[in-house]
């Protein structure tokens, strides 16, 4: 009986202990260029089920934040995302992905993240190294950009993006 017991108490030991223990995630080239940047790639976190101890660090570009599980991590690079942020996670990942043939002569990106000068200096840049690409209109207040030119594939609007640790979504 003693033994039983004893194999139990450590079987839920192990097993609690495990449950509590949270795993680290690290995103890193995500363009984090101003206090803004890193202010709302928190807040893009902090609402998140499963994530804590959410570290965000301009310097080195890099989103750090314990989660509980594999759905917490998914959630909360989606939150990024969605804020507009975007690097290479230290997991696998959510996949974003576009139909290599569709090209366009104006493309939209929304919901950007383009607090300031860098950003948008950056997002235009990224984008212009695209092919086809001719021009771009920025609307920080709307996080769009208006991007025009000729046979421009999507795909490499979203890749040029990603690059430059940006997310959008590409139309």
């Known amino acids: 009986m003693f033994s039983k017991l004893r194999t ?15 795993d680290e995630v690290k995103v890193d080239g995500v363009h ?8 709302q790639a928190k807040a893009a976190l902090s609402s998140v089920d499963g994530i804590s101890k ?16 594999k759905e917490a991590a998914q959630t909360g690079l989606k939150s990024l995302a969605k804020a507009g942020f975007y690097g290479s996670p230290s997991i696998d990942g959510p996949v974003f992905k576009l ?28 984008i212009e190294g695209v092919s ?10 709307t996080g769009k950009i208006e991007i025009s030119g000729a046979d421009i594939q999507l795909v490499a ?14 139309e």
């Open 54 to 69: 959410v570290r965000v660090n301009k310097d080195a570009e890099t989103v750090v934040f314990e989660v509980t599980g």
């Open 157 to 170: 609007v979203l890749k040029a993006l990603h690059a430059a640790g940006m997310h959008g979504t590409v």
């Open 8 to 22: 139990f108490s450590l079987f839920f030991i192990a097993f609690t202990s495990s449950a509590l223990l949270a």
């Open 99 to 126: 139909d290599k043939s569709v090209k366009k002569d104006a493309v939209s990106v929304t919901g950007m993240h383009l607090c300031c000068g860098g950003c948008i200096t950056s997002a235009v840049k990224a």
């Open 32 to 39: 984090l260029c101003c206090g803004k940047c890193v202010q």
């Open 132 to 141: 086809g690409v001719s021009d771009t209109d920025v609307s920080a207040k």
